[in-house]
Nanobody
Framework: QVQLVESGGRLVQAGGSLRLSCAAS????????AGWFRQAPGKEREFVGG????????YYADSVKGRFTISSDNAKNTVYLEMNGLKPEDTAVYYC?????????????????WGQGTQVTVSS
């Protein structure tokens, strides 16, 4: 029903910035919530941040608060993750996800649709 494709992951030096995109296709709803997650080697997938498609509500993990920002272009059905002040510990595969509810939640199990992931590597 909904397909998500992430892009923008690259190798970047510590302190740099990067913008990830998540393009949605298929049937989408303005009441959907988009979430960003990441998974580092040997670690569990963790919540990064989330936002309703209309941008009325956002929530971020403490580890990225103040550095990462989620935004959207609803006309293009695209959600962005703007990352600033990147640190080596931000290195991970980043995933976007969606759920048909206007509520940001942090658990991976509560999201119905997932992208394929995009690799972000931050060098020291």
């Amino acid at each position: 029903q909904v397909q998500l494709v992430e892009s923008g992951g690259r190798l970047v030096q510590a302190g740099g910035s990067l913008r990830l995109s998540c393009a949605a296709s298929g049937r989408t709803f303005r009441s959907y919530t988009a979430g960003w997650f990441r998974q580092a080697p040997g670690k569990e997938r963790e919540f990064v941040g989330g936002m309703t498609w209309r941008g009325g509500n956002t929530y971020y993990a403490d580890s990225v608060k103040g550095r990462f920002t989620i935004s959207s272009d609803n006309a293009k059905n695209t959600v962005y993750l703007e990352m600033n002040g990147l640190k080596p510990e931000d290195t991970a595969v980043y995933y976007c996800a969606a759920r048909p509810s206007a509520l940001v939640v942090t658990s991976t199990s509560l999201y119905d649709y997932w992208g394929q992931g995009t690799q972000v590597t931050v060098s020291s």
